[in-house]
């Protein structure tokens, strides 16, 4: 690809999951929409799942979007042939080798880099690519860390991660998170796996060179939007003696404005996402406006076939319309028989609409019918909720998503809680059994979604919400300024000569 010295070269490697792979697809378009060049690195088969999406932005859009990939040594980490993403392992017991697997994208990754035209200015990936510091590092180019988290969530960290407050403190006792604008209080049974590790399976190797892969990043691209949580960014800001860059420039969901691409989004057959949208779409306009429920809770999904038989009878007993999106990775036989056997789908025909694997999210978000979003709180699902105004019930399940919970419910004022209260680690779901009970979902549900003041005022903030999303990605706003500075950064960058890289390079990352 030809490139001007002011138009930089970013590299994007996002984690092999959906949760991560999505937002980073949005994220190439909105760089490459503003005059930079992309290229996304990856494995085949998640490069045919989103090819369809990047294919239109280079044919209709003429976007500066290339992909190229890496082969993905499944055979030699004992993983089944194709098992390139997190939603496919078929085991947690597989993870181990998953993450070995990963981490030997170091080396073609970088021969990668010698070869790719033009230079690349700098990598954008994930943190859980925590190798890319090194590929960085022996180019002399800025790492940028983009995930899926807000400045919400890197404050609890840094605060728990300085002050360890949670350290000897019984599992079940409530104590404050120190140091931040709200009055925030967790349970360390709540904690993310850096501060409450799971007993299954020992990952603290990984996460050490995660928490360090973060330390060292010359910056971190966030998907959120300042006006969300301002006090928060300016927070995350102070870290690093306040030299850390932080820049703003979500929700990058909204940069897909059509509804091919919003139905497109994550999509594919691996996914089981050959339903047919038109049919969603068309039911939902048989509803009136904010009278249906959508419950999803994320890419992996992973909730007992017990419990996943709650959160149905606990729609049913709400007697409003919902969409059941039953994502079909864990126990799907079991899940599948207990539906049947109960008569479950016959009882709710008409008013529930179930879709088995891959639901077109951001699409049915953004249907007038949709009034409340029951979610798991990861982030790109929260994102997307706010930037459809539509208020929450949270059902927060493992990592961060207890942290994006608090933000939700406590600070933005936009949900209800289920009532989840500790961490269920992915692999060690079958020890929690039934977390929440029909009735209590049923419960959250009905004031969500019914008329008493609590509801009217959360709707009400969801919606100055998504204005002020709109707004903060529209020319002139905080998120549209934010892919500006980035780009003007990394140019910068760029253009120094190399002793002046060498000091700020020094300065920045202390290497
Ligand atoms: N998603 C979707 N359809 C589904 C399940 C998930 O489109 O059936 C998308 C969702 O819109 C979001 C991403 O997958 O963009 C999930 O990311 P999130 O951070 O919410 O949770 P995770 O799946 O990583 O736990």
Redesign the pocket.
Known sequence: MASTSQQPHFILIPYL???QL?PTIDLAKILAGRGSIVTIITTPVNAARFAPIVDRAVAAAGLPIRVLTLEFPAARFSLPAGCENRDVLPSFNLFRNFSDAVRTLEQPASELLDRVDPPPSCIIASQAMHWATEVAARRRIPRLIFD?TSCFTLCCSHSLQTSKIHEGIPESERFVVPGLPHRVEFTRAQLSGLFNPGAHLDVSEIREKIRESVDRAYGVVLNTFEELENEYVAECRKTRGGTRKIWCVGPASLCNTDDVDRAE??KTVVNNGGGDESLCLRWLDSWPEKSVIYA?L???NRITPPQAAELGSGLESTNRPFIW?I?GGYKKEEIENWISETGFENRVRGRGFLIRG?????LILSHPAIGGFLT?C????TL?GIAAGVPMATWPQFAEQFYNEKLVVQVLGIGVRVGAEVVVHLGEEEKHGVQVGKERIAAAVEELMGGGDGSVERRRKAAELMEMARVAVAEGGSSFAGVGMLIEDVAKFASQDESEMRTTWKQLVGS
């Open positions: 999951s959906q949760g999505i899926g989004r994550g999803c994320g890419s992996l999106v994502r891959w639901a077109p999210q951001v798991h990861g982030w790109n699902s997307e």
